[in-house]
T-cell receptor, first 112, second 115 residues
Framework: GQQVMQIPQYQHVQEGEDFTTYCNSS?????IQWYKQRPGGHPVFLIQ???SGEVKKQKRLTFQFGEAKKNSSLHITATQTTDVGTYFC????????????WGLGTSLAVNP | ETGVTQTPRHLVMGMTNKKSLKCEQH?????MYWYKQSAKKPLELMFV???????ENNSVPSRFSPECPNSSHLFLHLHTLQPEDSALYLC??????????????FGSGTQLSVL
């Protein structure tokens, strides 16, 4: 079935370093969403990307949607300890079945 | 505070118990969801309700029984669960369902342990 692969599974960085997580779908997506889940918390919506090649920024976070609408990335510049958590992508299928397909998430740890 | 409240936060139950999870949303949304979150697995969609009508049931065992009495409340009734059902159960809501890009608002979840 359709899958959304997310890499890496874990990332450990020093505070101030950059971080990137990648999301790849086996098929074309209608749109993709990103969520953040803090340890012991619940997923919180960050952003949705809809257009081919779209780039959106939220302060130190940069989100990209690939030209083919099959991949996406989240880049954090100069990580802070508040960035700790698991980042999930969720792609919505194109076509009639608009089910959300979730990635496994990338867990980010930040050393102060 | 996301506007979606789940109770209880933690639940330990035996395999023969019957319990219910409760979810309430204060956002005026039309769609509500139950998700299961287990370690090393993607979030699993269990049920979707849109305007109080069940629109999706993703091959969930009958020991999980949802109930949506109105658009603000959602329950998950549990009976004769198995240890492998231990997980974080998340309720979510969205403005609508079936459109393009449903932004989900999650509750804090119920951490369920089945002994």
């Amino acid at each position: 079935g359709q899958q959304v692969m997310q890499i890496p599974q874990y990332q450990h960085v020093q505070e101030g370093e950059d971080f990137t997580t990648y999301c790849n779908s086996s098929t074309t997506l209608s749109n993709i969403q990103w969520y953040k889940q803090r340890p012991g918390g619940h997923p919180v919506f960050l952003i949705q990307l809809v257009k081919s090649g779209e780039v959106k920024k939220q302060k130190r976070l940069t989100f990209q949607f690939g030209e083919a609408k099959k991949n996406s990335s989240l880049h954090i510049t100069a990580t802070q300890t508040t960035d700790v958590g698991t980042y999930f992508c969720a792609g919505q299928r194109a076509g009639n079945n608009r089910k959300l397909i979730w990635g496994l998430g990338t867990s980010l740890a930040v050393n102060p | 505070e996301t506007g979606v409240t789940q109770t209880p936060r933690h639940l330990v139950m035996g395999m023969t118990n019957k319990k219910s999870l409760k979810c309430e949303q204060h956002l005026g949304h039309n769609a509500m969801y139950w998700y299961k979150q287990s370690a090393k697995k993607p979030l699993e969609l269990m049920f979707v309700y849109s305007l109080e009508e069940r629109v999706e049931n993703n091959s969930v065992p009958s020991r999980f029984s949802p109930e949506c009495p109105n658009s603000s409340h959602l329950f998950l009734h549990l009976h004769t669960l198995q240890p492998e059902d231990s997980a974080l159960y998340l309720c979510a809501s969205s403005q609508d369902h079936g459109g393009r890009g449903e932004k989900l608002f999650f509750g804090s979840g119920t951490q369920l342990s089945v002994l």
